[in-house]
């Protein structure tokens, strides 16, 4: 399996502000993903990253509020931009495996004040 | 569209007994895999287990294996010989791969928070 470093690990940001996490992987992998965690909900599908093309966003998410960069096979990034308190999450990417699995990094966990 | 459902949000089991977690789903597709992930307070996502549906065997996974009823639509998850460790949030996933698609999009259901007592 990948091993999967995010940065920040966690940050407290003001409304109105973005943030830039960065999704960083040991490995070559074609496709990446970014989730949304809500405090004690489960994981939501925020797009899919693939090397070479424009992120596909899920209904409900938006390329000016999340956009998302893929310059190589191993890094990718996601900016929550204009921030408000409904944002704060905790945001995870992942990696697809060889099996249709997929691995996932320690997450950011984002507070909006 | 697809969903998967778990029924139970929190369950308890003694140390050293065995547990298990439900999950159904709903689809119209034949060929998708099941997962079960495992979220401890540290919030890492894990991947337990793994099951293609087209394999009427089981899968198994050490302590952990699943009892898996296509037509029924339901995705079990047995621990046995529960540990201190297991004390997590479980989460049960579906995925329909789209050939030649963009994407290969990972359905969660709400999860079960396990907590294994001492």
């Not at chain 1, 409904?86 to 966990?109: H, K, N």
């Not at chain 2, 060929?31 to 099951?51: A, D, E, G, H, T």
Request: hydrophobic share 35%.
């Amino acid at each position: 399996s990948a091993v999967i470093s995010q940065k920040p690990s966690r940050d407290i940001c003001q409304r109105g502000t973005s943030l830039t996490i960065q999704c960083q992987v040991d490995s070559q992998v074609t496709m990446m993903f970014w989730y949304r965690q809500q405090p004690g909900q489960s994981l939501t599908l925020i797009a899919t990253a693939n090397q070479g093309s424009e992120a596909t966003y899920e209904s409900g998410f938006v390329i000016d509020k999340f956009p998302i960069s893929r310059p190589n096979l191993t890094f990718s990034t996601l900016t929550v931009s204009n921030m408000s308190p409904e944002d704060s999450s905790i945001y995870l990417c992942s990696v697809a495996g060889s099996s249709y699995e997929q691995y996932f990094g320690p997450g950011t966990r984002l507070t909006v004040t | 569209a697809q969903t998967v459902t778990q029924s139970q949000p929190e369950m308890s089991v003694q140390e050293a007994e065995t547990v298990t977690l439900s999950c159904t789903y709903d689809t119209s597709e034949s060929n998708y895999y099941l997962f079960w992930y495992k979220q401890p307070p540290s919030r890492q996502m894990i991947l337990v287990i793994r099951q293609e549906a087209y394999k009427q065997q089981n899968a198994t996974e050490n302590r952990f294996s699943v009892n898996f009823q296509k037509a029924a639509k339901s995705f079990s998850l047995k621990i046995s010989d529960s540990q201190l460790g297991d004390t997590a949030m479980y989460f049960c996933a579906f995925m329909n791969p789209l050939y030649g698609g963009a994407t290969n999009k990972l359905i969660f259901g709400t999860g079960t928070l396990l907590a294994v007592q001492p």
